[in-house]
């Protein structure tokens, strides 16, 4: 036990790190950091058209308020921030290092290879605009609802949060380790990344058939919806089981694809 809890504190230090590199490397070009917060601060209001078509509509969907759709669009955009500003640049970065056969230079480090290959960079602009505005979305929601803001709430809102998190990472990284089998899978992972808006609205506008394909057999919904489910007590025993279980699953998997696709990889100086 006390080997592991070493491991892991080594591993968030190193991640400390990772992250202080990543903004001194996009500060170090501060008008591309500008642009590129400005560019992300667009693609937000592009999002934020869905809150304002649902405050003036004053549409309900399948009994969610206006409120409640705005608890999950804040949701959304806050994952969006850990997606695209955590995990999808180390995503296309792998992609390229397998084709490459690049890796070879991380197979030497003390630490995990599959951590230093998916988390080893960040895109801080994106991750500090949509986290931001995402957070604050979700705090509006949850003041108009009347939410108590307990421990309760709150440890349970982190809780799933994390889970989303770790479902993110690696449904989105599964197709990215087809490239140690295939030289070019660059059209999947692009159908694959398109998935993700598909939590741009509570899954709640799909029918039941979609929503269960959603949840249970390609687990897209699992990643936005879970957290304001359990705010607004709409989460039945059996997702509530399935919520703790898939991420588990989909680390296991991950971590088993990882290791056969290592023993497939051929380093550029093979």
């Given at each position: 036990?006390?080997?592991?809890?070493?491991?892991?504190?080594?591993?968030?230090?190193?991640?400390?790190?990772?992250?202080?590199?990543?903004?001194?490397?996009?500060?170090?070009?501060?008008?591309?950091?500008?642009?590129?917060?400005?560019?992300?601060?667009?693609?937000?209001?592009?999002?934020?058209?869905?809150?304002?078509?649902?405050?003036?509509?004053?549409?309900?969907?399948?009994?969610?308020?206006?409120?409640?759709?705005?608890?999950?669009?804040?949701?959304?955009?806050?994952?969006?921030?850990?997606?695209?500003?955590?995990?999808?640049?180390?995503?296309?970065?792998?992609?390229?290092?397998?084709?490459?056969?690049?890796?070879?230079?991380?197979?030497?480090?003390?630490?995990?290879?599959?951590?230093m290959a998916t988390l080893r960079q960040a895109d801080l602009t994106?991750?500090?605009?949509?986290?931001?505005?995402?957070?604050?979305?979700?705090?509006?929601?949850?003041?108009?609802?009347?939410?108590?803001?307990?421990?309760?709430?709150?440890?349970?809102?982190?809780?799933?949060?994390?889970?989303?998190?770790?479902?993110?990472?690696?449904?989105?990284?599964?197709?990215?380790?087809?490239?140690?089998?295939?030289?070019?899978?660059?059209?999947?992972?692009?159908?694959?990344?398109?998935?993700?808006?598909?939590?741009?609205?509570?899954?709640?506008?799909?029918?039941?058939?979609?929503?269960?394909?959603?949840?249970?057999?390609?687990?897209?919904?699992?990643?936005?919806?879970?957290?304001?489910?359990?705010?607004?007590?709409?989460?039945?025993?059996?997702?509530?089981?399935?919520?703790?279980?898939?991420?588990?699953?989909?680390?296991?998997?991950?971590?088993?694809?990882?290791?056969?696709?290592?023993?497939?990889?051929?380093?550029?100086?093979?």
């Amino acid at each position: 036990m006390n080997q592991a809890l070493r491991e892991i504190k080594k591993h968030l230090l190193i991640y400390l790190v990772f992250i202080k590199n990543s903004l001194i490397a996009q500060m170090e070009y501060r008008v591309n950091f500008i642009g590129n917060m400005a560019m992300e601060t667009g693609y937000l209001f592009v999002k934020l058209a869905y809150v304002v078509v649902v405050y003036r509509s004053g549409v309900t969907i399948n009994g969610l308020s206006p409120d409640q759709i705005l608890l999950f669009i804040g949701t959304f955009v806050t994952l969006t921030a850990t997606y695209a500003g955590l995990f999808m640049i180390n995503n296309f970065g792998l992609r390229t290092k397998i084709k490459d056969g690049d890796l070879d230079l991380l197979l030497t480090k003390p630490v995990s290879l599959q951590f230093m290959a998916t988390l080893r960079q960040a895109d801080l602009t994106i991750f500090g605009v949509d986290a931001i505005a995402g957070l604050i979305m979700v705090g509006i929601a949850w003041s108009r609802l009347g939410i108590p803001f307990s421990w309760y709430n709150a440890a349970g809102f982190v809780f799933f949060m994390v889970i989303s998190v770790l479902v993110s990472y690696s449904l989105f990284l599964l197709p990215i380790l087809l490239s140690f089998w295939f030289t070019n899978i660059s059209a999947l992972a692009e159908i694959t990344d398109s998935f993700w808006d598909f939590n741009n609205m509570p899954m709640d506008i799909y029918n039941r058939w979609i929503q269960a394909i959603g949840i249970f057999i390609l687990p897209i919904f699992a990643i936005a919806n879970f957290p304001p489910m359990f705010l607004l007590h709409k989460m039945p025993p059996v997702i509530l089981a399935w919520s703790v279980l898939l991420p588990m699953l989909l680390l296991l998997l991950v971590r088993l694809l990882w290791r056969k696709g290592l023993r497939n990889y051929s380093s550029a100086s093979s």
